[in-house]
């Protein structure tokens, strides 16, 4: 490992219960996270929150809910129309219009295999528009809520541009974040409990293969790798949950460097379209955070030509 990089955090907002998944919209207009742990008498009321840099405030923008379940809202990407794609992990895979806040549509209730579907963690977008999911939930309600912490039920899925929700593979515990090369030949998902980061193949849209070990988060504390996301250089920089760094991984897997974070948590991150600056959510103040890294993040699936398509 190279070495260890200190940077100046800046505080944006604080207090958003579990905060997670900042995302971007089309060349970084607006910027969206998500409260999972918000409850409204004893039950799921997640919220999608809309910040506000310049003022440095949030607001609550919508929420997830399908019938008289209140969703728990985890990680989010946009694509090129302006919807955010949120993966939610008591309702699955949910689409909502960044500009009308409509009511929001629940993608999937089984998947390919006539199974149903499971609650969504994280997703990412591949270049041409294919969409990647973990989903380390049990069953979509109205089922039990169930996380697959100590038993390995946790699923990765694609959801293919043609609109099928395919089931890649199951028996992982607690797939987390996710993320695909710039020139989508490649799958990174981390599981969070054994510390790891797995490798695959993209042979096509719902296809993967040459399943491998590709990284390992150190430490020995209760947590392991969360978010992350690729720099234009190729690195993927991971939120190691609870140790209060984030891991930068060489295009190879190899840990280079280790960025200190001032909070514990790390739970996700997001670079700003076209530039270096990092926000990284975190669940010891509950808060989101910016600093400056040594290059730009990969370009955003929304912020690609169309033609890439």
Known sequence: MDSIYAPIFTKITS????????????SGEK?????PEVESEGKPAGQVLHVD??????????????GEHGGIPAGCQCDKDGNIWIADMRLGLLKVNSEEREEFGQMALKDSTDRPMQGCNDLAFDPSGNLWITAPAGDIAP?????????GFGSIYCYTKAGEMVLLETGFRFCNGIAVTKDGKTLIVAETPVKSLWAYDIEGPGKIANKRLW?????????GPDGIDFDEQGRLLVANWGSG?????????????RVQCPFRNPSNLHFAPGTNTVYVTEHEFHGLWKFDW???????????????D
């Open 143 to 151: 089922a039990e809520y169930r996380r697959s912490m100590e038993e």
């Open 53 to 66: 840099l310049e003022y440095k405030t949030v607001e609550k923008w919508c929420l997830p809910v399908s």
């Open 15 to 26: 207090g958003q219960a579990g905060a997670e998944g900042p995302v971007f919209t089309k």
């Open 31 to 35: 910027l969206f996270m998500v409260a």
């Open 215 to 223: 990284g390992k988060v150190p430490g020995d504390h209760d947590g």
């Open 245 to 257: 760094h984030l891991e930068v991984f060489s295009p190879s897997g190899q840990l280079v460097k």
């Open 294 to 308: 040594d290059c730009s993040g990969q370009a955003q699936y929304c912020d690609l030509p169309k033609e890439s």
